[in-house]
């Protein structure tokens, strides 16, 4: 089992920065692939970005391209997602996902959630 625990949302005016943390605890990381997703109020859950075990692959959703940037320390059993330039609609809550093997995906098809942390832009 693999537990996941986001931190690093919370409230930024538009064009802000914040950079959020995903600690994993339970098992080491080094061999998942691991990814962030979001989900606004009454919207789906989408993809945000994706790192692959060893950072070799990354993807990123269209909305966050230039802005977003995913990363991880398997060191320290934790990644990260700079985000800068922030939008408005950026504002949601923002989840870490974890899956063993390589493959890097942008679907929901993790086998590990965090709970997630909120991030909020105003405009």
């Known amino acids: 089992q693999v537990q996941l625990v986001e931190s690093g949302g919370g409230l930024v005016q538009a064009g802000g920065s914040l950079r959020l943390s995903c600690a994993a605890s339970?098992?080491?990381?080094?061999?998942?692939?691991m990814a962030w997703f979001r989900q606004a109020p009454g919207k789906e859950r989408v993809f945000v970005a994706a790192?692959?075990?060893?950072?070799?692959?990354?993807k990123y959703a269209d909305s966050v391209k230039g802005r977003f940037t995913i990363s991880r320390e398997n060191a320290k059993n934790t990644v990260y997602l700079q985000m800068n330039s922030l939008k408005p609609e950026d504002t949601a809550h923002y989840y870490c996902?974890?899956?063993?093997?390589?493959?890097?995906?942008?679907?929901?098809?993790?086998?590990?959630w965090g709970q997630g942390t909120q991030v909020t832009v105003s405009s």
């Open positions: 339970g098992r080491t990381i080094g061999l998942y692939g």
């Open positions: 790192i692959s075990w060893s950072g070799g692959t990354i």
């Open positions: 996902a974890a899956r063993p093997g390589m493959v890097v995906s942008i679907t929901p098809n993790y086998d590990y």
